[in-house]
């Protein structure tokens, strides 16, 4: 994908460890996403200077990121873990800190999340579901994606 489409920004999610970073940026990943809060991958990918955003869902993973330097975290799985209320929560005490939340966030509840300032962006598979991908249904997530596109652009206006 970064070599066919260079003006792309791609990122590697659900990196579990080190080799995985360096594969993901060999294959020209330029951002690290993980479910969670792994001090090995957040200090390699410091060291190495590539974008990381670690899960975090306790204000002490939210600490963890904060020593480190880091401005922006993945909230997974949001949904089941507290939802918005949570974020809220942890971002009171933790006033320089965004979130990324994933897990349960859907066209249903995307304003909820997005209304907040404390959220960054979301992330949402509903748009691309595995059966649509097993299918070959490639226009269908194009036209869901897009929907969800302009859901999103509406709420933040």
Avoid: H
Avoid at 24 to 51: M, Q, R, T
Avoid at 142 to 157: M, N
Wanted: aromatic share 8%.
């Amino acid at each position: 994908m970064a070599e066919q489409f260079p003006e792309m920004l791609v990122g590697a999610g659900t990196v579990l460890t080190t080799e995985q970073v360096d594969a993901a940026v060999g294959a020209g990943a330029k951002f690290i996403v993980s479910p969670g809060f792994n001090p090995e991958i957040v200090d390699y990918c410091l060291e190495k200077d590539i974008p990381v955003f670690p899960g975090c869902i306790t204000p002490s993973e939210v600490a963890q990121a904060v020593k480190r330097g880091l401005k922006v975290v993945k909230f997974f799985p949001a949904e089941p873990a507290g939802g918005i209320s949570m974020i809220k929560a942890m971002a009171a005490p933790y006033t320089g800190i965004r979130f990324m939340p994933t897990g349960g966030i859907n066209a249903k509840n995307l304003e909820e999340y997005l209304s907040c300032d404390k959220i960054l962006c979301c992330g949402g598979s509903w748009m691309v579901k595995g059966d649509f991908v097993k299918a070959g249904e490639f226009d269908k997530i194009k036209e869901l994606t897009a929907e969800a596109r302009k859901l999103a652009d509406s709420i933040r206006k």
